[in-house]
């Protein structure tokens, strides 16, 4: 009977000392994750081409934030939490309304393809938190359609027409048009861009959900701006 009791109680220590351990990696992960989301915020509002035109009242501000809204709700959703579908919904109607159709084709390519790069995003959770995000956002946009029919049908048609005329310019970059996209990025995000580089470099051994997000998210925009 001693030996057993023994026995339990060194197996309920150890359990316990496991699980201690375990919230406690979890804890140290979440005061990191708050510490690089803040750095990552204030780098992109030092970024030069966004600190030239953050005053401005411009539809890519607007694109900006939606898009930053996408990217939280896709990485909430990998850590399933409940306002995952509210924040990727609320990105995505932003991105429509302020930028088009077009805005949406960076955020949606990345969450059908996260799936295929990290297995946080295919529980699911993760996978009804994105098709929650996506059916809300397409309420917004069909409101604001149905709206924008009945009050303006002309602005209607003229946004039809340059959504059209977007999506038709849509061609392979030539030497010059990557140079001068290269060139202007260079400048526009400095210092966010460097830095980056050097996160994913550090970080090119661990693959958890914030790098595959940040490796789409980096090499899907520059397509996206090339294009």
Partial sequence: TRHLGDHLGNHFADHFADDFTRQQRQAQQQQLAHRDGGLAL???????GLLLHAHETLPENASLAGLTLCWWGLMAAAQAERNAPWLLGSGLAISLL?????????????????PLLHCRWRSAHALGSVLTGVALAAIVGALWLFALQRIEPDSLQAWSAHQQHLLASLCLPDAAHTR??????????????PLT????????????????????????GLVMLLL
């Avoid at 204030?42 to 030069?48: I, K, R, T, V």
């Avoid at 001068?180 to 861009?193: G, K, Y």
């Fill in 197 to 220: 580089g050097y996160w994913l470099w550090r970080h090119r051994h661990a693959w958890q959900p914030q790098v595959a997000l940040m490796m789409v998210a980096v090499l899907g």
């Fill in 180 to 193: 001068n996209v290269l060139e202007t990025l260079s400048w526009s995000c400095w210092p966010a861009w």
């Fill in 98 to 114: 302020a930028k088009g159709a077009l805005a949406l084709a960076l955020p949606l390519s990345a969450a059908l393809l996260l």
């Fill in 42 to 48: 204030l780098l992109l509002l030092g970024s030069l």
